[in-house]
């Protein structure tokens, strides 16, 4: 079964670090574009980082260019996002999936930027 496994977030101040992970199951990892995504409170899904199959390829979100680092594992079916410089703004549950979202969603890792 797919799966997405997020881990990482915490409460940190602003200018703060995290890192989360992706640990991902179920389908060719190595064959699917992968992206993290966040969800504020009131807000959409969008999307903040996205990497190519072999990670030669990455896009971000304007707000976050930058500041976050995307970047992944095929060996180990993970995918990372460095979060540097954290913003208020920042605060939301973050989801790794396939580019494009789809039908499958793991729980989120709640990231609390807040002084």
């Known amino acids: 079964q797919v799966q997405f496994v997020e881990s990482g977030g915490g409460l940190v101040q602003p200018g703060g670090w995290l890192r989360l992970s992706c640990a991902a199951s179920?389908?060719?990892?190595?064959?699917?574009?992968m992206s993290w995504y966040r969800q504020a409170p009131g807000k959409e899904r969008e999307l903040v980082a996205q990497?190519?199959?072999?990670?030669?390829?990455?896009n971000y979100a304007d707000s976050v260019k930058g500041r976050f680092f995307i970047s992944r594992d095929n060996a180990k079916n993970t995918v990372t996002l460095q979060m540097n410089s954290l913003k208020t703004e920042d605060t939301a549950v973050y989801y790794c999936?396939?580019?494009?979202?789809?039908?499958?969603w793991g729980q989120g890792t709640q990231v609390t930027v807040s002084s």
């Open positions: 990497i190519s199959t072999l990670g030669g390829t990455t």
């Open positions: 999936n396939w580019a494009g979202g789809g039908r499958y």
């Open positions: 179920g389908f060719a990892f190595n064959n699917k574009v």
